[in-house]
Structure formats: structure tokens, C-alpha cells
């Protein structure tokens, strides 16, 4: 089960001994087991050690640096969250397409990015979805995305997103907004 604490991994030896029933060992009688965490979990481990499961610090909403980015966000943009950033979500419209773009941290595989439609803040419609075992997923019609090559020093690598929508892409609607959703 996950504990939901940032730490190294965690070694189980297993012995297996003593069959009953008539059951006996084989050759393989014991195991090593590591268990290994989550990437965020080792993240928040290099960048806040001992503070990593001190939710005030390490949490996900946490934001060290009171540059109005928590550590969720940061993490998913590959950046150091001790260092003041602005955020690199940005939008605008080209033509008759909207235009997200973000950073993608290449080695958050724990980490699902979705780029979100609404017309009234309230009910979002997934437009675009990304997670490490299908890579992009596009929900609906009319919307494309393009990343672009790996940027970054080893421990914060990112890739460049690009995403692009119809104007339209909720039909019957006068105003649309975009946002970028993350969880983990």
C-alpha cells in the first residue's frame, strides 16, 4: 500500500518455510524485495529532504518559493520548486484556434496532464490527456498536440506542449475557457 510519505526504497526479505498439507519448498525459498516509491516522492525527497512529508513544505500545495506555483505544479513543469518561477502556461488565440503551452516534466510518469474545455467554469470537458503508459490522448475531435524536443539539466528534464483547439470545440457556446489539470 502506498503511505503516501516521500522515502528511499524499502527492502522485504521473504522466507518461505514450513509447508504443511503434504506441500513442500522449492528451490526458490527466499527473495529480496525492494519497493520502490514514486517519482514525485523521490522530487520532493532530493528538494526538501527531511522536510519532504511535512505537508506545510513538501506538500503538493505547498509553495516554498511564494511565487504562487505549488510544488504539484512545479513538479509537473520539472522545475526546482526552492526557486521563485513564474508560471509558463500560457494561451492565446491563433486564428480561429486557441493555443495552450506548458513545460511536461519527461520523468513524471506518476503525473496525468489534461488540457480542459468549459463554457461555465463549473463542468470541464477533457479536450487532451497525457499520462506515461499511452503518452497523448486526444478525447475530442478538433483538438491536436505537439511536444517538442527534450530541453533541461538531467534532474529537471521538460518537454514544450503545445496544444490546439477549435474555437468551437464545445458546440452551442458563446464564451470558452481553457485550463491545464494535473494530478498524480
Not at 514514486?38 to 505537508?55: M, S
Not at 526552492?82 to 519527461?106: C, I, L, Y
Request: aromatic share 10%.
Amino acid at each position: 500500500m502506498n503511505d503516501g510519505l516521500a522515502d528511499t526504497n524499502k527492502t522485504v526479505f521473504l522466507a518461505l518455510s514450513n509447508p504443511t498439507n503434504g506441500s513442500a519448498v522449492g528451490p526458490e525459498a527466499t527473495a529480496v524485495l525492494t519497493i520502490t516509491p514514486l517519482p514525485y516522492d523521490y522530487w520532493r525527497l532530493l528538494y526538501f529532504g527531511a522536510n519532504a512529508n511535512n505537508p506545510n513544505v513538501g506538500g503538493d500545495s505547498a509553495d516554498s518559493a511564494a511565487d504562487g506555483i505549488p510544488n504539484l505544479m512545479k513538479y509537473a513543469y520539472a522545475f526546482n520548486p526552492t526557486f521563485a518561477e513564474t508560471n509558463p502556461f500560457t494561451g492565446k488565440r491563433v486564428g480561429n484556434m486557441f493555443q495552450v503551452s506548458f513545460p511536461r516534466n519527461t520523468a513524471a510518469s506518476d503525473i496525468i496532464y489534461r488540457v480542459q474545455a468549459s463554457a461555465n467554469l463549473s463542468a470541464w470537458n477533457n479536450l487532451l490527456t497525457f499520462n506515461a503508459a499511452s503518452g497523448w490522448v486526444t478525447n475530442v475531435a478538433g483538438a491536436t498536440v505537439s511536444e517538442s524536443a527534450t530541453n533541461g539539466p538531467a534532474t529537471n528534464q521538460f518537454v514544450n506542449v503545445t496544444a490546439i483547439t477549435s474555437t468551437n470545440i464545445l458546440t452551442g457556446v458563446t464564451s470558452q475557457f481553457l485550463r491545464l489539470e494535473i494530478h498524480h
